[in-house]
């Protein structure tokens, strides 16, 4: 059982409110290490640390402040086991998938971003003879990073990199229900050389921690990953003192398998969009639309491959881990009840696995339904569980018209050989990522995002530096 604190101005310290709470092991329900709850007056100290430590990050040569940041990149591959440990413990996903989070997703972003961090120019404008006129990208100041608990360190390292590459400090607040893979940034900052105060983290209630770094006027920008109401309540609240905002929201996407694919490919491809972190993923791929006439092979194909999944701890890398948490678990439980009363086929899964080893952990078994049409909750709500629907199209257009009837935006995707069919269906879904013939390609360079009501922003490749900037033009008379 380890015990984690704040980590302020350089330093673990305990909160003053003196609470604290229990890290739960999703595989078994046991808890793993007690971390303090922090308050508003932790919030507080933290933008103190955070401001100082701010102006003295901008004044550090940017040759340094790169090498700092790649230094950082460093730490998180040598400390791969631990950490992947701590998130797998934590938040359930399979050991592999966490050490691809430390080392192909995190410190990937580390070193992308370091490598931006002396690349920050302005422009010269020319106006007249009389005058030099030109921009300076300056850092916001003190920007907060408010994460989901799907993949804390996979989310954490989104936001952080940029905002720190321009000339930011940060103060991240990981979700409750799992932190533990993201509450040694600030320490592996330190070690980096980057100064005491620059990267702080303050897990607590979103309600206390959340609300406070919203409402705190020391505070200048927020990046929020999560759901779509929290996400409309820290727009309003932020109204009072004018924030940056970045809104990274939720996601239904549709997966759309032409006729023409590659079979094998688009099978295996759509079990890893769908069942990877047992489909806690925003841009995972739940909604199922294949062409009529390869309808029945491909269901049949799909649902041998779903039975074959080995459900099971991700310590011992089962290919399906638990759902993060008992009342998470209970609310995918809730849904597959839904599709089943509005008439879905369950065509496997469908109910909590109880097996020997398994019955004390929050599993849920890979579940499909067939015959799903785009009025049932099941398909229509966002799941964020192993759940998937097959719903069959006759025409391109039908497909596009039923991926697009949903609020959400954030990704979708298509399995296809034709490649003027590619191009036409990727530029008419409405969303912020289209995957085409492989689910989750792309890196750190690609930009992502939402439309429609999954955000506002974009996050990675170079643009996401701008999320933490602000322009100045400044005009000198000259002649
Ligand atoms: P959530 O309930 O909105 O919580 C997200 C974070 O916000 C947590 O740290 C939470 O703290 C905090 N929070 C809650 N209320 C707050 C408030 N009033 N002010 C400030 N902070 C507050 O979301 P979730 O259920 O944990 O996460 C799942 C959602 O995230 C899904 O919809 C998923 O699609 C989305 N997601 C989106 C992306 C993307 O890139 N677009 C990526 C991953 C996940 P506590 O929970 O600790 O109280
Ligand atoms: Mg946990």
Redesign the pocket.
């Known amino acids: 059982m380890r015990q984690f604190g704040l980590y302020i101005d350089g330093r673990w310290q305990d909160s003053v409110s003196g609470r604290h709470f229990s890290a739960v092991n999703p595989a078994d329900g046991k808890a793993v290490a007690e971390v303090a709850k922090g308050c508003a007056e932790d919030v507080d100290k933290a933008v103190q640390a955070a401001a100082g430590a701010a102006r003295a990050w901008q004044a550090t040569p940017l040759r340094e402040r790169s090498a700092t940041l790649y230094r950082m990149a460093q730490i998180l591959v040598r400390d791969v086991d631990e950490l992947a440990m701590l998130e797998t413990l934590d938040s359930g996903g399979t050991l592999y998938y966490s050490a691809v989070t430390v080392k192909d997703v995190a410190a990937r972003r580390f070193e992308y971003f370091a490598g931006l961090a002396d690349k920050i120019e302005g422009r010269q404008i020319p106006v007249s003879s009389t005058y030099h006129t030109y921009t300076v990208r300056e850092p916001l100041g003190v920007t907060a990073h408010?994460?989901?608990?799907?993949?804390p360190l996979?989310?954490a390292s989104?936001s952080l990199p940029p905002a720190l590459a321009a000339g930011n400090a940060v103060i991240l607040?990981?979700?409750?229900?799992a932190?533990l893979g993201a509450i040694k940034l600030g320490e592996i900052a330190k070690e980096a050389g980057l100064p005491d105060g620059l990267v702080n983290v303050v897990?607590?209630?979103?309600?206390e921690?959340?609300?406070a770094?919203?409402n705190h006027p020391g505070v200048h920008g927020?990046t929020?990953?999560?759901?779509?109401?929290?996400?409309q309540?820290?727009m309003r609240?932020s109204a009072a003192t004018m924030k940056r905002l970045v809104?990274?929201?939720?996601?239904n996407a549709a997966n759309i398998v032409f006729e023409d694919a590659d079979l094998d490919a688009a099978v295996e491809g759509s079990i890893w969009a769908a069942f990877s972190n047992s489909g806690?993923?925003?841009?995972s791929g739940p909604r199922l639309f294949a062409h009529e006439s390869i309808k029945e092979q491909f269901q049949e194909r799909f649902v041998a491959r779903v039975e074959s999944l080995r459900v099971g701890p991700g310590v011992d890398n089962a290919e399906v881990g638990p759902l993060v948490s008992e009342p998470?678990m209970k609310r995918v439980l809730g849904m597959i009840e839904t599709g089943k009363r509005e008439g879905a086929h369950l065509l496997t899964g469908g109910r909590r696995a109880d097996e020997a080893g398994l019955a004390n952990g929050f599993y849920v078994l890979p579940t499909v339904f067939g015959d799903v049409t785009p009025e049932m909750h099941v398909m229509r709500e966002?799941v964020?569980g192993p759940v998937v629907t097959i719903t069959g199209f006759a025409s391109d257009e039908e497909a596009i018209r039923m991926a697009n009837e949903t609020d959400y935006g954030?990704a979708n995707g298509l399995w296809t050989s034709d490649l003027g069919r590619a191009h036409r269906v990727a530029g008419a879904l409405q969303s912020g990522q289209v995957y085409v013939n492989e689910w989750f390609c792309g890196d750190i360079q690609c930009p992502?995002?939402?439309y429609k009501m999954?955000?506002i922003g974009r996050?990675e490749g170079q643009q996401a530096l701008d999320n933490y900037l602000q322009l100045k033009s400044v005009r000198m008379r000259i002649g």
Do not use: D, M, Y
């Open positions: 408010i994460i989901p608990w799907n993949g996979w989310e989104r607040k990981p979700a409750q229900e932190l897990p607590g209630a979103g309600s921690v959340g609300v770094l919203v927020i929020f990953t999560g759901s779509i109401p929290t996400g309540e820290i609240a809104l990274e929201l939720g996601g806690q993923i925003c841009v998470h966002e964020f954030l992502a995002g939402g999954s955000g996050e």
